[in-house]
């Protein structure tokens, strides 16, 4: 499988920390969060995938485009990318992932990641 994915926001405009009032620490989803999982889960949908999500071990390399010139750190994209798949029920789980390729290709104008999904023997 493979799917072009708009450029996700970092993991710093993704998830957020706040405080319950018991005072435990809580995580939850940024609006940029939310917007970039429901387009992902929507992109899914419309091609017909999603509805029989992937149970065994997966290899997954992803390409990112990024937006502009500046420095930016690859490993910030993999969480929400990997999330918003799981979500949108690309597979169960992103633990499944036994292998992992993360590859920087050449600036693109708005950004993307390209997504190879296939199941894997490891």
């Known amino acids: ?7 996700p926001p970092t993991i710093n405009h ?18 940029a969060g939310k917007t970039f999982r429901r387009s992902v889960a929507l992109q899914i949908m419309a091609l017909g995938l999603g509805k029989k999500p992937m149970t065994g ?20 994209l993999l969480k929400a990318t990997q999330d918003a798949l799981q979500y949108a029920g690309v597979y ?15 600036v693109h104008h708005g950004g993307k990641i390209i997504v190879t999904i296939e199941e894997s023997n490891a």
Do not use: F
């Open 92 to 106: 169960k789980d992103d633990s499944q992932i036994v292998d992992l390729r993360v590859v920087k290709r050449d």
């Open 57 to 76: 071990p997966i290899a997954m390399t992803l390409e990112w485009h990024p937006p502009d010139r500046r420095k930016r750190d690859g490993d910030n």
């Open 1 to 7: 499988m493979r799917l072009v994915l708009p450029y």
């Open 14 to 31: 993704y998830y957020g920390h706040t405080t319950t009032r018991s005072g435990r620490p809580r995580m939850y989803i940024k609006p």
